[in-house]
T-cell receptor, first 111, second 114 residues
Framework: GESVGLHLPTLSVQEGDNSIINCAYS??????FIWYKQESGKGPQFIID?????DKRQGQRVTVLLNKTVKHLSLQIAATQPGDSAVYFC??????????FGGGTRVLVKP | KAGVTQTPRYLIKTRGQQVTLSCSPI?????VSWYQQTPGQGLQFLFE???????NKGNFPGRFSGRQFSNSRSEMNVSTLELGDSALYLC?????????????FGAGTRLSVL
């Protein structure tokens, strides 16, 4: 992932709409990818993961897509709710437990 | 089952001092990793411990160190604090050192260096 520094990209979405958060990862050797959600004052919370031998995985209201050809990961949130407002991070692992995080995307849900 | 517990939640120190942060992993988890989170650099890996041994280390100066105890609890220490060390320090635990385990994070320790 690439850090975007102080100014997080922000996705503003209407309550009930679908959200798509994108992430470019950097290491071709990474074989495991995770999405985390971080709310204000809290640590990152696991949302969903995907291994490199898959291109899609679905959870409850969330779907992760992996495109290894272009090293791109996306998180889709269906029927976005106010509780989905947070900063979302993608992370990659190449070996062991070291996570390399992307810079994060702030999601703001408008009522 | 209790989550990852980090203490203290907040710390204020002055330049030149040292600080020790503590992390208690989820019961049964033997791997503990530490991360530094700042607005400028995002989330960066510090180090990982498993069975009291450092398994992996990030690109931080030697002022940052850690250890793990036989009960899997971990501490990290920062000596000769600098203003740039102000950050949220996060601890994550997982069952093993295998890369496919989910890592669970604590709420972090917010360190302010004045």
């Amino acid at each position: 992932g690439e850090s975007v520094g102080l100014h997080l990209p922000t996705l503003s979405v209407q309550e009930g709409d679908n959200s798509i958060i994108n992430c470019a990862y950097s290491n071709s050797a990474s074989d495991y990818f995770i999405w985390y959600k971080q709310e204000s004052g809290k640590g990152p919370q696991f949302i969903i993961d995907i291994r490199s031998n898959m291109d899609k995985r679905q959870g409850q209201r969330v779907t992760v897509l992996l495109n290894k050809t272009v090293k791109h990961l996306s998180l889709q949130i269906a029927a976005t709710q106010p509780g989905d407002s947070a900063v979302y991070f993608c992370a990659e692992k190449a070996a062991g437990n070291k996570l390399t995080f992307g810079g994060g995307t702030r999601v703001l849900v408008k009522p | 089952k209790a989550g990852v517990t980090q203490t203290p939640r907040y710390l204020i120190k002055t330049r030149g001092q040292q600080v020790t942060l503590s992390c208690s992993p989820i019961s049964g988890h033997r791997s503990v990793s530490w991360y530094q989170q700042t607005p400028g650099q995002g989330l960066q890996f510090l180090f990982e411990y498993f069975s009291e041994t450092q398994r992996n280390k990030g690109n931080f100066p030697g002022r940052f160190s850690g250890r793990q105890f036989s009960n899997s609890r971990s501490e990290m220490n920062v000596s000769t604090l600098e203003l740039g060390d102000s950050a949220l320090y996060l601890c994550a635990s997982s069952p093993s050192w295998r890369g496919k385990d989910i890592q669970y994070f604590g709420a972090g320790t917010r360190l302010s260096v004045l």
